[in-house]
C-alpha cells in the first residue's frame, strides 16, 4: 500500500458544483486532478477563467468534459454530484470502469428507484429495497467494489477559506481508507476512518431533517436550550431510523453523525434551516418552495424517513411532526406543542 | 415403459423431463489425468508444501516468538483437554503421547535463552503443521475409487429394477438407472465446459448426512473428474463411510480442533490444492441446516482459500494467461430429509433455550437402511439444481470462462486485485471479498432453489396455521396438540393456489426455480403434495383426514419442512 504514495497518477473528481470543487482543490494540494463538468460551456469557463463556482481553481487542477479520459487516466476518482443525478452520473460513467478503480463519493442523500406510477406517498411501503445510498447505487452501476464515502462537517465555503475541519472516510476496505486519509489530508485537514460505510451515509442524509427543525425552532424565536434539545434527541432519533436502515450506532456519535448535526443546525444559511425558519414565519411550503432555485434536501428526506419508519415501525416523532408541519397543514407551534407533551422520557435507551 | 407406468400413476408427474438426464461422457479419459490423482500421487511432497507454506503463514500472523508460544501453548492445552474429553475413533493411536512431548517441549522454553526459545519454538510448531497437514491430506486411490463407483451403481440399480419392474429376474434387468431418481437440471453443460478451462469449486446447499454420497455421485454422472472433499472427520468413524469418503478424494476437516495452527493448515491445504488445479468441493454452510433453512450465513475460511489462490495464480503469472477458479453453487432439493426431526430439534432446542422441551426419540440404523430401500422403491425423487458459474467475486461466466458484469461487458477478474498496477496481497480486502462472495452464493441459492409441490404443501399449512394463532410465539405454537388442527381443503387449495401464482411470477423474475410437476391441476399437485412431503418419517407432517381436509401428526417436522420457502416473502399470500 505504500506504493500508492508513489504512484503520480491524476485523481479524479466527478461533478463541479461548491463542495466538488472545494474537495478537488483540496485533492490538489497532494495529486494533480481532473475535474470533471457535465456542462461543456462551464468546462470552458473554467479553462478561460480558472475558476469554479467562485473558487479559483488550483494549478493542479485540469477540468474536462470527456469522462472516458478521466476513467482512464485516474484508478481513483471522487464522485461529488447530487443524489437526484447520481444514478444517472454512474450509468453513464460505469462503462468506463474496471474493477482495480476506486471510488469516494461525497454525495449526501437517497436514490429512490419505485415501481412505474408510484411515488413516496402512494407505494403501500417503503423498503430498502427501493431506497438506496450512494455506495449502493455505485455497486448496482458499476463493477467497482471497492468503494468509499466522505461525510463529515464540510460546509464548502469553511474548506475552501481553510478554516480547519474534518472528515471521515468510510469503507470496508482499510485499503481505501487509507488512500483517502493519504489523498485529502492537509494540516487544515483531518481524516478520520470509520468502516460503517453505510452508517456513516445514512447519518449524512438524516440529520437534513434535524435540519429544517432547527430552522424551525429558529423561527418561532427560541434560543439555545430549545436547540440542545433538538440536536440530542435528534441524535436519538437518527440512531433509531439509520438502525433500521442498516447503519451502526457508532456512525451517529461521529464526526459524520453528531459532528455533521451540530454544524448543519447552526448554519442558518442552509436551504434546509431557511425552509424551516420560513415555515414557523407561518409561511405554506409552496410559497418557499417557489423562491428557491434548488429544493432543499430535507424535504424529500422527511417524505423518505417518515414512509420508511411507518414500515419499519420505528418511532420518529420529530420526523413525524415535520412531516405533519410540511404536508398536512399542521402550524410548527401545534408540532412543537405535541412533542413537548409527548410522555416519554427515557433519555437514552439504546447503549 | 408400460409395465412402469401402471405401477404408480403419481409417479408420472413426479418424473420430470426424462430426456434432460442423459448420460454425460467424461471430460478427462482416464484416471492418471485427474488433478485430484496427481495430487494423490505426490501426496509427500504435497503435504510437505502444505506443511512449510503454512508454516510460513503462522509465522506472518505471530512474528514475535512470544504470539507464537502463547498460540502453542492453548494449541497444546487445548488438544490434550480433546484427548481427555472427547475422543473418537480415528484418531491416531499416539495422539496423547504427541502433545505431551510437545507440552513438555513448551515448558522447557523457559529455561531457555531467548535465540534458543525462538529457534525451539519453531521447530515445535514445524511439527505441529507437518502432523495436521498429514491428518488432513486426503488419501485417493484410483483402484478403490473405480471400485466404490461401481458397487455404488451395481446395487442401487439392482434395488430400483427389483423394485419397480414387477417382473420375475427384474432384480438383474438395467431398465432402471440412478438418473431416473435423481434429476440433474440446470447448468450441467456450462459445469462441464468450466471444469475443463478451469478449476471448479462447488459449493452446495447442506441439509443430510446423504449429501456427500449424493454429490459425489452427481459429479461421476456428470462425466467430472473426482473432487477433493473436506469431509467432517466425525463421518470417517463409521468404517463404511470412511472407505467411500477415502476413496473420493476427501480430506479431512476435524471440527473439534479451532487451533490456530490447524485452521491454517487446513486452509493451506485447500489453497493449494485449488492452486494446482483440483476441482473442489465444501458445504460452506458448514454444517447441515439445522433449521431447514437455506443457508443464510456461510462458514467463510474455505471460501477464502477460493479467493487467495485465484490472487495467487495471479501474482505468480504476471503477464500470462492463467487458470481461473469457478465457483459454483448447487441445491440439493429433497421431498424428505431423513435426520429432519433430529435436526429440527437441535435447531428449537438452541433458539429457545429453556423454552422448549425436546422429547428424546433417537434413530437406531436401521432406519438408515430402511430409508434407502425406500427411497429406492417409493416415490420421493430428488434434484440436483446446478447454477451458473461464478468468478470468486460472485460475476456471472459466460460459456468461455469469461467474468460478465451487470452491462454484459467482459471483465477482468485479475483486476480486482490491482492496486496501482500491480497484483498485490490485502488479507482484509480480501476477507471482505469473501465476505461479499459468501452474500452472492446465498443469493444464487435461492434463485436456483427448485421448489416441489410437497415444499409448497409445507409452507402454506404452516403458515395458515400460524396465522389461525396470531398470538402464539413459534414455541406455543409448536406446543398445541396436534389433534386440534386441522385445515379446511378448499380453503387450504385457494391459499395454495395464491402461493402457487407467487412462485410463477419469481420464476419469471428469474428469481427461483421450480419442478414441472408443481404446474397442473391444483388438487392433483397439493395431493402430490401432501402425499411426499416428509414421505418416509413415521409421524407424518401432513396427511389428508377421512373429511378431506389437511391435517398433522407432526408440527414441528413441519415447520423444518416449511422453512425451506421462507425468504420469498410467500407469506403476503397466505
Given at each position: 500500500m505504500t506504493s500508492t504514495a508513489a504512484s503520480d497518477k491524476p485523481v479524479g473528481v466527478i461533478g463541479a458544483g461548491n463542495f466538488g470543487t472545494v474537495i478537488a482543490n483540496i485533492l490538489a494540494i497532494n495529486r494533480k486532478v481532473i475535474l470533471y463538468a457535465r456542462n461543456e460551456q462551464m468546462v470552458a469557463d473554467m479553462h478561460a477563467n480558472r475558476e469554479s463556482k467562485g473558487y479559483a481553481l488550483h494549478r493542479n487542477v485540469e477540468p474536462t468534459h470527456n469522462m472516458a479520459v478521466l476513467a482512464s487516466q485516474c484508478d481513483v476518482i471522487f464522485p461529488m454530484v447530487p443524489s437526484a443525478h447520481f444514478r444517472a452520473m454512474m450509468k453513464q460513467l460505469s462503462q468506463h470502469l474496471h474493477p482495480y478503480h476506486i471510488l469516494i463519493h461525497g454525495t449526501k442523500g437517497f436514490d429512490i428507484t419505485l415501481p412505474e406510477g408510484q411515488t413516496i406517498e402512494s407505494i403501500s411501503k417503503l423498503t430498502r429495497e427501493h431506497v438506496k445510498t450512494m455506495s449502493e447505487v455505485i455497486q448496482e452501476e458499476s463493477v467497482v467494489v471497492r468503494v468509499g464515502c466522505l461525510a463529515g462537517p464540510n460546509l464548502a465555503k469553511e474548506l475552501a477559506q481553510r478554516q480547519p475541519g474534518a472528515t471521515v472516510v468510510a469503507s470496508h476496505f482499510n485499503e481505501v481508507k487509507q488512500l483517502g486519509k493519504k489523498l485529502l489530508r492537509n494540516d487544515r485537514f483531518q481524516v478520520y476512518e470509520n468502516d460503517d460505510i453505510v452508517g456513516v451515509e445514512i447519518a449524512g442524509v438524516l440529520k437534513n431533517i434535524i435540519a429544517i427543525a432547527s430552522g424551525a425552532l429558529s423561527g418561532l424565536g427560541y434560543g439555545e436550550n430549545a436547540k440542545g434539545l433538538l440536536i440530542s434527541r435528534g441524535a436519538v432519533e437518527m440512531v433509531y431510523l439509520g438502525r433500521a436502515l442498516g447503519g451502526d450506532l457508532k456512525a451517529f456519535l461521529g464526526v459524520a453523525g453528531i459532528g455533521d448535526l451540530v454544524t448543519t443546525c447552526n448554519s442558518p444559511m442552509s436551504r434546509n434551516f431557511t425552509v424551516g425558519y420560513r415555515l414557523a414565519k407561518g409561511e405554506k411550503l409552496a410559497n418557499i418552495l417557489a423562491d428557491?432555485?434548488?429544493?432543499?434536501e430535507g424535504i424529500n428526506t422527511v417524505r423518505i424517513a417518515k414512509k420508511c419508519a411507518d414500515h419499519y415501525k420505528v418511532r420518529a416523532l420529530i420526523t413525524d411532526r415535520l412531516y405533519k408541519v410540511l404536508f398536512e397543514g399542521m402550524t410548527v407551534e401545534e408540532a412543537l406543542e405535541f412533542l413537548m407533551r409527548y410522555p416519554l422520557n427515557v433519555d437514552i435507551d439504546f447503549l | 415403459m408400460a409395465s412402469w407406468a401402471g405401477y404408480n400413476s403419481k409417479m408420472e408427474i413426479l418424473d420430470?423431463?426424462?430426456?434432460?438426464?442423459k448420460k454425460y461422457k467424461p471430460?478427462?479419459?482416464?484416471?492418471?489425468?485427474?488433478p485430484v490423482y496427481q495430487l494423490s500421487k505426490n501426496r509427500k511432497e504435497f503435504v510437505e508444501e502444505v506443511a512449510q507454506k503454512s508454516f510460513e503463514r503462522i509465522k506472518q500472523l505471530r512474528p514475535n516468538a512470544k504470539q507464537l508460544i502463547s498460540d502453542l501453548e492453548a494449541t497444546a492445552y487445548r488438544e490434550q483437554n480433546r484427548i481427555k474429553r472427547n475422543r473418537w475413533r480415528?484418531?491416531?493411536?499416539d495422539d496423547s503421547k504427541f502433545w505431551s512431548n510437545i507440552k513438555n517441549a513448551l515448558v522447557e522454553?523457559?529455561?531457555?535463552t531467548t535465540e534458543e526459545i525462538s529457534a525451539s519454538a519453531d521447530s515445535i510448531l514445524e511439527q505441529i503443521v507437518m502432523r495436521y497437514a498429514n491428518e488432513i491430506a486426503g488419501n485417493f486411490k484410483p483402484n478403490s475409487y473405480r471400485v466404490t463407483r461401481e458397487l455404488i451403481k451395481f446395487w442401487f440399480q439392482r434395488l430400483l429394477n427389483g423394485a419397480r419392474v414387477?417382473?420375475?429376474?427384474?432384480?438383474?434387468?438395467?431398465?432402471?438407472?440412478?438418473r431416473d431418481k435423481i434429476q440433474i437440471v440446470g447448468k450441467v453443460k456450462m459445469l462441464r465446459k468450466l471444469a475443463k478451462e478451469g478449476t471448479v469449486v462447488m459449493v452446495p446447499t447442506h441439509f443430510s448426512n446423504l449429501d456427500s454420497i449424493l454429490i459425489g455421485w452427481v459429479i461421476h454422472s456428470c462425466g467430472l473428474p473426482a473432487f477433493i472433499y473436506g469431509a467432517?472427520?466425525?463421518?470417517?468413524?463409521i468404517k463404511i463411510l470412511a472407505y467411500f469418503m477415502n476413496s473420493l478424494g476427501a480430506y479431512k476437516v476435524d471440527r473439534r480442533k479451532k487451533n490456530l495452527p490447524y485452521l491454517e493448515t487446513l486452509k493451506m491445504y485447500s489453497n493449494l490444492a485449488i492452486q494446482k488445479g483440483a476441482h473442489s468441493l465444501f458445504f460452506?454452510?458448514?454444517?447441515?441446516s439445522r433449521s431447514g433453512l437455506?443457508?443464510?450465513?456461510?462458514?467463510?475460511g474455505l471460501l477464502s482459500t477460493a479467493i487467495e489462490a485465484q490472487r495467487n495464480l495471479y501474482l505468480e503469472n504476471p503477464a500470462g494467461p492463467v487458470r481461473k477458479i469457478f465457483i459454483v453453487p448447487v441445491t440439493l432439493n429433497y421431498n424428505?430429509?431423513?435426520?429432519a426431526p433430529d435436526l429440527i430439534e437441535d435447531y428449537l432446542h438452541a433458539k429457545g433455550q429453556d423454552k422448549y422441551f425436546p422429547e428424546q426419540d433417537k434413530y437406531g440404523s436401521m432406519q438408515l437402511i430402511r430409508f434407502l430401500f425406500k427411497f429406492f422403491t417409493k416415490g420421493s425423487n430428488i434434484s440436483v439444481s446446478i447454477g451458473t458459474g461464478l468468478d470468486v467475486l460472485g460475476n456471472y461466466i459466460d460459456e468461455a470462462g469469461n467474468s460478465i458484469d451487470n452491462q454484459g461487458r467482459i471483465i477482468d477478474t485479475k483486476d480486482y486485485f490491482i492496486s496501482n498496477d500491480h497484483v498485490t496481497t490485502d488479507k482484509q480486502r480480501e476477507d471482505e471479498y469473501t465476505r461479499m462472495l459468501s452474500l452472492r452464493i446465498v443469493k444464487e441459492y435461492h434463485r436456483i432453489n427448485r421448489v416441489f409441490a410437497s415444499h409448497l404443501a409445507a409452507f402454506v399449512a404452516f403458515e395458515m396455521w400460524q396465522k389461525k394463532f396470531p398470538m402464539l410465539d413459534l414455541f406455543s405454537l409448536l406446543r398445541i396438540?396436534?389433534?386440534?388442527l386441522e385445515l379446511d381443503y378448499v380453503e387450504f387449495k385457494e391459499t395454495f393456489k395464491r402461493a402457487r401464482k407467487k412462485i410463477y411470477e419469481l420464476k419469471a423474475a428469474g428469481n427461483v426455480r421450480h419442478a414441472?410437476?408443481?404446474?397442473?391441476?391444483p388438487d392433483e399437485v397439493i395431493k402430490l403434495g401432501v402425499e411426499n412431503v416428509?414421505?418416509?418419517?413415521?409421524?407424518?407432517?401432513l396427511l389428508f383426514n377421512k373429511k378431506g381436509n389437511i391435517i398433522t401428526r407432526d408440527l414441528t417436522v413441519l415447520y423444518y419442512y416449511h422453512n425451506r420457502l421462507v425468504g420469498y416473502d410467500l407469506d403476503c399470500c397466505i
Open positions: 428557491m432555485s434548488e429544493i432543499a | 420430470e423431463k426424462k430426456n434432460k438426464n471430460i478427462l479419459d482416464g484416471i492418471p489425468d485427474w480415528v484418531d491416531p493411536k522454553l523457559g529455561s531457555k414387477k417382473k420375475f429376474g427384474a432384480f438383474f434387468r438395467n431398465q432402471y438407472t440412478l467432517g472427520l466425525n463421518l470417517f468413524n460452506p454452510g458448514g454444517t447441515r437455506i443457508e443464510k450465513q456461510l462458514k467463510l424428505f430429509v431423513l435426520e396438540p396436534e389433534e386440534d414441472t410437476h408443481l404446474k397442473g391441476n416428509g414421505i418416509f418419517h413415521l409421524k407424518r407432517p
